[in-house]
């Protein structure tokens, strides 16, 4: 019998924990399923001494390759066709993320591309109301396919190609080139707010696994998706928290970060730094924990986020502002995340005892919306989104007040699930935090709801499941 080999896209942090962190690579060369992982050049090495085992293979992804090729193949037409697939999915799914992210691109423009926005917002309104239009773009697409894996695909001959996006990053040259061979693709989801975010696929893209029946319904609505070819899968990110297989003992933990047992945990993980600034919830949590005001004497725990490490003056700024702040209160704390390197940046998997650790010792769990108030869910812990305006946002780019993004997808199911509370000012957190400090257990149930809804399995299967999925497609029947 031949060994069918398949060729796995993990271009980012996240891919890395979703595919070699779970059960899913392991369950597909446990079938007998060779696998090509393709990832960042300079990670190889560390991928295979890593991950390295029977029957997987690491080979480099071109990123530079890639980027190349969008450079010099006709830049400005690329540029658009991508942003028009951002920008126009169907208006019958929630796009208030979708408006956000076109307000940013147009504000950010230069002047020569501010001058067409108004003619191509006219193309995203008839994108939104027109799945024929949409379909045009897709197709328009397929004109920009490279030949950067031609010698990968002819040395390997793969079966399928799976991806951790339908093309919405620089697998888009990967999936177009499967696409024009005749290989089947497939992708899968690994963000929590991916489908209602990067609306249409990069490339045709035969099949796609995401985490719930509402991603499902974000693919097939807003994205035109058929049905029959949407999987649900979970999330096998998580499946490490639900097994409690990261967690540090709290000792340990406490005194890596020289955490006061005597004190509550009051957490904090910074987000959508893009659009705006954090510093701002910070200074009042800070200010919060040093006062007499809270209802238990507590302690802050700052996590950075990845893009704090990124060479933008802004965001560089922000994290020295954090650092300094920590270095002056006795109970404001720091967590920087571990950096994978190369072009995968700080999303790292390397990080997941941290991040697990912090999230299952706070008291109460705070942030913007990020993924992680899932997570902290998973955990079981409380959590209130912080959500205080700047008083200068980015001066000289663009700046979305946190107060008005509580109707984003992935927010709005948040606010509306009751797993967690939202605050605004200063004396809405020190209400929700005292609330939670003196009420630990309330909303529990809300929680276990919420993670039941957006995760599909929260038994610690969804690897299990991805890969049942993965391997039927492959035409292979194994019973879980």
């Known amino acids: 019998m031949t060994t069918k080999r398949v060729f796995i896209s993990a271009d980012h942090g996240l891919a890395i924990v979703y595919f070699l962190q779970s059960d899913v690579v392991s369950d597909l060369l446990g079938a007998g399923i060779e696998i090509v992982l393709l990832t960042d050049d300079g990670l190889k090495e560390r991928i295979q001494n890593t991950f390295g085992q029977n029957g997987l293979v690491i080979e480099g ?55 067409l926005f108004p003619a191509m917002k006219s193309v995203v309104g008839v994108m939104r109301r027109s799945r024929s239009a949409r ?21 390997y001959q793969p079966q ?10 620089w697998d888009r040259y990967l999936l177009r080139e499967s696409a024009a061979r005749g290989i089947p693709n497939t992708a899968v989801i690994v963000g929590w707010d ?30 035109d998706w058929d049905p029959e070819r949407v999987k649900i899968g979970g999330i096998p990110s998580y499946d490490g928290y639900f097994r409690k297989k990261w967690l540090m003992p709290k000792k340990d933990y406490y005194r890596l970060h020289r955490l006061d047992p005597d004190r509550k945990l009051i957490s904090y993980a910074c987000s959508f730094i893009s659009f705006s600034p954090n510093i701002q919830n910070i200074e009042t949590l800070a200010k919060l924990v040093e006062s007499d005001l809270l209802a238990k004497p507590s302690q802050l725990l700052v996590r950075l986020h990845p ?6 003056p802004r965001f560089i700024a922000e994290r020295e502002q954090i650092r300094q702040l920590a270095s002056k209160l006795p109970h ?55 959500c205080i305006d ?25 606010r509306d699930s009751g797993a967690g509370r939202v605050a605004l000012d200063e004396n809405q957190l020190l209400q ?44 292979i029947d194994r019973d879980q």
């Not at 379909?135 to 695909?153: G, P, R």
């Not at 991040?355 to 959590?383: I, L, W």
């Not at 929680?447 to 890969?467: L, M, N, P, V």
């Open 160 to 169: 399928m190609v799976i991806a951790s996006t339908p093309g919405w990053r």
């Open 432 to 475: 929700s935090l005292n609330y939670y400090l003196e009420n630990p257990k309330v909303d529990r149930e809300k929680r276990y709801q919420f993670i039941q809804q957006e995760c599909t399995y929260d038994d610690g299967s969804a690897g299990h499941h991805t890969s049942m999925n993965l391997l039927a497609l492959l035409g």
């Open 194 to 223: 991916n489908t209602s975010s990067y609306s249409l696929p990069g490339a045709h893209v035969d099949w796609v696994t995401c985490w719930s029946e509402i991603q499902k319904q974000e693919l097939v609505l807003g994205s």
């Open 332 to 386: 404001v704390h720091v967590v920087e995340p571990v950096p994978l390197g190369g072009d995968l940046g700080y999303y790292s998997g390397e990080d997941m005892p941290e991040k697990s650790s912090m999230m299952n010792y706070s008291d109460v769990f705070t942030t913007v919306y990020s993924t992680m108030v899932v997570e902290a869910a998973a955990h079981g812990v409380p959590v209130v989104s912080v």
């Open 61 to 115: 992804l071109r990123l530079k390759q890639a980027r190349a090729y969008f450079r010099d193949e006709n830049q400005h037409a690329q540029w658009w066709l991508d942003f028009l697939r951002r920008a126009g999915a169907s208006n019958k799914i929630n796009l208030e993320a979708v408006d956000s992210y076109i307000y940013q691109v147009e504000d950010e423009a230069h002047r020569r591309r501010k001058m």
């Open 390 to 414: 700047s008083p200068v946002g980015w001066p000289g780019k663009f700046t979305l007040p946190l107060s008005v993004i509580g109707g984003w997808p992935t927010h709005s199911r948040f």
């Open 135 to 155: 379909q045009t773009v897709l197709k328009m697409q397929n004109k920009y396919t490279s030949t950067i894996y031609a010698d990968l695909f002819e040395r």
């Open 307 to 312: 893009n704090h490490f990124m060479d933008v």
